[in-house]
């Protein structure tokens, strides 16, 4: 099967810029997730989607960060404006469901510097 | 702030030998999962155990689940070089549908 598309695999923006993440999930998993990796750290949770609805988005600098997921499927994350402490890189998963089998399936990410 | 803490922090071993590595966690679980990092790369699922599991095996890889004290390990056994890579645990805690992932361990297998 195909695995968790995620587009630009590079991105390098100015701080106060805009920027746009994409990802395309496995077909069939319901459930998608936005991570934030910061180098040297592990992920972490930014927004989690069931279908086209948001289950958790506790961790979501909403003042900057919004994400959606139209008709159940692709979802974008964007920054807006952005900030030097934003680069990292930004990893989307996508699950059957939640967390009680079989793991995520995760994207390559997309690495994220701002300057 | 992160579910789950590894130990070592970086690990750096001969191929062949084995490696082992730590994770602690917080608070009541319903699984605890294992995942490989490459470098530049997504994560890779490698293993799951739930909470009334206490030993699961996936070919070299063998995972231990301890509840009482909050803590896991995972056992890479006749490593090779490309085992080298960041490993992290994760944990679906109990009540949450999302996981919680660790800080990491660094895993570099010397040909």
């Known amino acids: 099967e195909a695995g968790v598309a995620q587009s630009p695999r590079y991105k390098i923006i100015e701080k106060r810029q805009s920027v746009a993440f994409w990802c395309n999930p496995i077909s069939g998993h319901a459930t998608l997730y936005w991570y934030q990796q910061i180098l040297g750290q592990g992920p972490k949770l930014l927004i989690q989607?069931?279908?086209?609805?948001?289950?958790?988005d506790s961790q979501l600098p909403k003042d900057r960060f919004s994400a959606e997921r139209l008709k159940g499927v692709d979802s974008t994350l964007k920054i807006q404006p952005a900030k030097l402490e934003d680069s990292a890189v930004y990893l989307c998963?996508?699950?059957?469901?939640?967390?009680?089998?079989?793991?995520?399936?995760f994207g390559s990410g997309t690495r994220l510097t701002v300057v | 702030s992160q579910q789950g803490e590894e130990d070592p922090q970086a690990l750096s071993i001969q191929e062949g030998e084995n490696a082992t590595m730590n994770c602690s966690y917080k608070?009541?679980?319903?699984?605890l999962q294992w995942y490989r990092q490459n470098s530049g790369r997504g994560l890779v699922h490698l293993i799951l155990i739930r909470s009334n599991e206490r030993e699961k095996h996936s070919g070299r890889l063998r995972v231990t689940l301890d509840t009482s004290k909050k803590s896991s390990s995972l056992l890479i056994t006749a490593s090779r070089a490309a085992d080298t890579a960041s490993y992290f645990c994760a944990t679906a805690k109990t009540g949450a549908n999302n996981l919680f992932f660790g800080t990491g361990t660094r895993l570099t297998v010397i040909p």
């Open positions: 998963a996508s699950s059957l469901v939640g967390t009680g089998t079989g793991g995520y399936t």
């Open positions: 608070t009541s679980i319903n699984n």
């Open positions: 989607f069931q279908n086209n609805g948001v289950v958790d």
